[in-house]
């Protein structure tokens, strides 16, 4: 089923898939989508999405974005992008995390600085929330803010598993600017410009994959400007629960555009491998199957909806262990060819995967990113079902006392 039946959503499905057909070319979807090979390409889409008009729909009601655009016509673009094949955005970040949070937290000066260069592809964001002793945990962050001088702070600390920062212009950073604050008290939302040599350091890490999509910072006295504090000094842990609580609806309907495109080459390959005659494989394929269309009404059913504390942890909880399961089916139909390389092996490129065994390693973080299981089952028992809450060590009585936070996508 197509999301946007009114006439008006047809409308501006046709005019995105033949955009993306012009510009993307035949053979897209197979892997030949530009911004594939480095970073500089990564940006000339982001700009090229930009000058078009497609970054930031919705924000021209705010007079940032490029066009106006209803909610279901956001979801439209969205699925019409997944199905596409087009590359994995670079400023994915900027538009769909911090740009709803400056449109609800920033200053008008914060808007008019920092949200039309996102719609226009120029400037790209990393988030920098968890810590190597602050993950799942967020309110345990330890990364210091200290005034430099009125109009400056000094950021010291390190971050992890910050995606994209290797190209990132800025990021947001979760800092403690009061030493004496515990927990969620004494936060600040900054935001940091990441050109600053000898003061932030970028260390990718490689993964079980052989890529390295993520990467430690470390922050050694990086200037930030008073300025470019969102929503008041003290106020980061509000900022920062409000970004997470926009990981919902949209984002999730895409995704599960190409969620169905890996399962549809999983069930080329039972079929073509005869895998999909054993019986208990072809009941395995069709409950991935019949739970991919569970998640697609879930998420229907919260889309712009009232705000529910839950849905983004039960979201998380069903695709994140779908996507695990669906890289294991992958390998299962494959049998033994499965862990065969797709080349062999030469100095230049001593780590080549093909697309069902980079589904599969990198699924084994499917349900640790972006929170783990274990914390969303935490979120939803205490704050929705109203159960007893973990034992917690004696805190400040000032301390507001709020649960673990779900950790950060980035």
Same mark, same amino acid.
């Given at each position: 089923?197509?999301?946007?039946?009114?006439?008006?959503?047809?409308?501006?499905?046709?005019?995105?898939?033949?955009?993306?057909?012009?510009?993307?070319?035949?053979?897209?979807?197979?892997?030949?989508?530009?911004? &594939? =090979?480095?970073?500089? #390409?990564?940006?000339?889409?982001? !700009?090229?999405? /930009?000058?078009?008009? *497609?970054?930031? +729909?919705?924000?021209?009601?705010?007079?940032?974005?490029?066009?106006?655009?209803?909610?279901?016509?956001?979801?439209?673009?969205?699925?019409?992008?997944?199905?596409?094949?087009?590359?994995?955005?670079?400023?994915?970040?900027?538009?769909?995390?911090?740009?709803?949070?400056?449109?609800?937290?920033?200053?008008?000066?914060?808007?008019?600085?920092?949200?039309?260069?996102?719609?226009?592809?120029?400037?790209?964001?990393?988030?920098?929330?968890?810590?190597?002793?602050?993950?799942?945990?967020?309110?345990?962050?330890? &990364? =210091?803010?200290?005034? #430099?001088?009125?109009?400056?702070? !000094?950021?010291? /600390?390190?971050?992890? *598993?910050?995606? +994209?920062?290797?190209?990132?212009?800025?990021?947001?950073?979760?800092?403690?600017?009061?030493?004496?604050?515990?927990?969620?008290?004494?936060?600040?939302?900054?935001?940091?410009?990441?050109?600053?040599?000898?003061?932030?350091?970028?260390?990718?890490?490689?993964?079980?994959?052989?890529?390295?999509?993520?990467?430690?910072?470390?922050?050694?006295?990086?200037?930030?400007?008073?300025?470019?504090?969102?929503?008041?000094?003290?106020?980061?842990?509000?900022?920062?629960?409000?970004?997470?609580?926009?990981?919902?609806?949209?984002?999730?309907?895409?995704?599960?555009?190409?969620?169905?495109?890996?399962? /549809?080459?999983?069930?080329?390959?039972?079929?073509?491998?005869?895998?999909?005659?054993?019986?208990?494989?072809?009941?395995?394929?069709?409950?991935?199957?019949?739970?991919?269309?569970?998640?697609?009404?879930?998420?229907?059913?919260?889309?712009?909806?009232?705000?529910?504390?839950?849905?983004?942890?039960?979201?998380?909880?069903?695709?994140?262990?779908?996507?695990?399961?669906?890289?294991?089916?992958?390998?299962?139909?494959?049998?033994?060819?499965?862990?065969?390389?797709?080349?062999?092996?030469?100095?230049?490129?001593?780590?080549?995967?093909?697309?069902?065994?980079?589904?599969?390693?990198?699924?084994?973080?499917?349900?640790?990113?972006? /929170?783990?299981?274990?914390?969303?089952?935490?979120?939803?028992?205490?704050?929705?079902?109203?159960?007893?809450?973990?034992?917690?060590?004696?805190?400040?009585?000032?301390?507001?006392?709020?649960?673990?936070?779900?950790?950060?996508?980035?």
């Amino acid at each position: 089923m197509e999301f946007g039946p009114h006439p008006e959503d047809r409308a501006f499905r046709a005019e995105a898939r033949a955009w993306l057909r012009t510009k993307l070319g035949p053979g897209t979807a197979s892997g030949g989508a530009p911004g &594939t =090979a480095s970073g500089t #390409d990564r940006r000339d889409w982001e !700009r090229t999405l /930009g000058a078009a008009g *497609w970054i930031g +729909l919705g924000w021209a009601e705010d007079g940032y974005g490029n066009r106006r655009a209803t909610l279901t016509q956001q979801v439209v673009w969205a699925e019409e992008y997944a199905r596409s094949g087009a590359p994995p955005r670079s400023g994915h970040i900027g538009e769909n995390l911090l740009a709803p949070t400056l449109l609800a937290h920033g200053s008008p000066e914060q808007k008019s600085r920092f949200l039309p260069p996102i719609a226009r592809g120029d400037e790209l964001w990393c988030q920098g929330y968890s810590e190597p002793g602050a993950g799942s945990d967020l309110a345990g962050v330890r &990364t =210091a803010a200290v005034r #430099d001088t009125p109009g400056t702070y !000094r950021v010291t /600390g390190q971050k992890i *598993w910050t995606s +994209l920062a290797h190209e990132a212009d800025w990021c947001f950073v979760l800092a403690r600017t009061d030493p004496e604050g515990r927990r969620h008290r004494g936060l600040t939302f900054l935001l940091v410009p990441m050109d600053q040599p000898g003061r932030i350091e970028v260390r990718p890490i490689r993964q079980l994959t052989g890529t390295s999509d993520f990467n430690e910072v470390f922050f050694d006295g990086a200037t930030a400007r008073a300025e470019h504090v969102v929503g008041g000094e003290g106020e980061g842990w509000r900022v920062a629960m409000s970004l997470l609580g926009v990981e919902r609806g949209v984002s999730t309907l895409a995704q599960q555009i190409g969620f169905a495109g890996e399962l /549809g080459e999983v069930l080329r390959t039972a079929v073509a491998t005869g895998a999909a005659e054993d019986p208990v494989l072809r009941d395995r394929l069709i409950a991935q199957w019949a739970e991919l269309r569970a998640m697609r009404w879930n998420a229907l059913r919260t889309l712009g909806g009232p705000a529910d504390t839950g849905a983004p942890s039960v979201a998380k909880l069903l695709w994140g262990g779908w996507h695990q399961r669906l890289g294991e089916l992958a390998m299962l139909v494959r049998g033994a060819a499965g862990a065969a390389g797709p080349a062999d092996r030469t100095p230049e490129n001593p780590y080549q995967l093909d697309a069902d065994q980079h589904l599969f390693l990198f699924g084994r973080a499917d349900t640790i990113y972006g /929170g783990s299981d274990e914390i969303q089952r935490t979120i939803i028992a205490e704050r929705v079902l109203g159960l007893p809450r973990e034992p917690r060590e004696p805190r400040d009585p000032r301390d507001p006392g709020e649960p673990k936070a779900r950790g950060p996508v980035a």
